[in-house]
């Protein structure tokens, strides 16, 4: 009986209907357009309009494997950058709260220090070590943050693809710049001998970059760097919140500027970087290897 009421009921139409508000789809974000050459032109002006950068910032590091130490205690943190072309950077992070550095880091594009006080510990070497450490925090290399901080313009020669792109309804331009493999002799080969070296990507509501990629060799990626929240800074625009991801070092390092200021004069010896007292020197080889010299100990009084 309940089962032919409920049939005649909804046959009759007067079963009780629950209407479901749907918001209207959000209409598609307005897109610009840019030509090919017009993207390498503003990308290469903004390149070279930055020479140094001077910012307070918060910094978290996630790793995807389990990590231990300072990491695990201040794995949100703020700081300092300081960063100057060609490839000198200094990374300062800072203990909530009490200020108290955690780790503080240089580059000069060639090399690498970085003192971590509460492991007493200096460590330093060449920027292209080939073998990762297993904690996150010694596989965070300045020069990491160089290439993320200050982008390089793309050579005049470079051979780059054009193309269009879309992600969850947001419209891109692409940018695929092309490499010869090492030890590969242009005149000689074809060009099905190239690699990728790097995809820039520009959202289209803004023309702004959104995203670069670098590759390493065969196509492995190196890196791949998110930019968003432009906003302006002097002359130029700059994005206010920056993730860094390399997959070959485990790790990712979210960046939110909360100061900036762009081609300020930066004093001599802001990236000159002492060794602690008490702290064990740890030499690193290009191929990881590690070579730890002990802190001699202080006289007593």
Not at 152 to 158: F, I
Not at 232 to 247: L, T
Not at 262 to 289: C, H, I, M, W, Y
Request: charged share 20%.
């Amino acid at each position: 009986m309940v089962s032919a009421a409920v049939m005649a009921c909804f046959a009759s139409g007067c079963a009780a209907s629950h209407q479901t508000v749907v918001k209207p789809g959000q209409a598609p974000a307005a897109v610009q357009t840019a030509t090919r050459e017009q993207l390498i032109e503003n990308y290469n002006r903004q390149a070279e309009a930055i020479q140094t950068l001077n910012a307070g910032v918060a910094m978290k590091l996630t790793s995807g494997s389990a990590y231990s130490g300072v990491i695990e205690q201040y794995h949100e943190v703020n700081g300092f950058l300081l960063a100057a072309r060609p490839a000198s950077i200094r990374v300062i992070g800072q203990a909530p709260v009490i200020g108290k550095n955690i780790f503080d880091m240089v580059s000069d594009g060639k090399t690498f220090e970085i003192s971590i006080p509460s492991k007493h510990k200096f460590v330093t070497g060449p920027v292209n070590v080939r073998r990762p450490s297993s904690k996150p925090i010694e596989n965070l290399r300045p020069q990491h943050l160089t290439d993320a901080l200050l982008s390089a313009a793309l050579p005049t020669q470079s051979t780059v693809l054009f193309e269009e792109s879309s992600e969850a309804n947001v419209r891109y331009y692409v940018l695929t710049v092309l490499r010869a493999p090492t030890g590969v002799n242009r005149a000689a080969d074809s060009a099905t001998d190239f690699e990728i070296a790097e995809k820039i990507w520009f959202d289209r509501a803004d023309l702004h970059v959104a995203r670069v990629e670098g590759f390493a060799a065969g196509g492995v990626v190196a890196s791949d760097v998110r930019y968003s929240d432009w906003q302006p800074a002097g002359e130029r625009s700059y994005p206010r919140q920056i993730d860094i991801a390399r997959p070959g070092e485990d790790y990712q390092l979210a960046i939110h500027i909360n100061k900036l200021t762009l081609n300020a004069p930066l004093a001599a010896d802001a990236f000159t970087l002492k060794q602690l007292a008490g702290e064990d020197l740890v030499r690193v080889g290009e191929d990881g290897s590690e070579k730890t010299e002990p802190a001699t100990k202080e006289p007593q009084q």
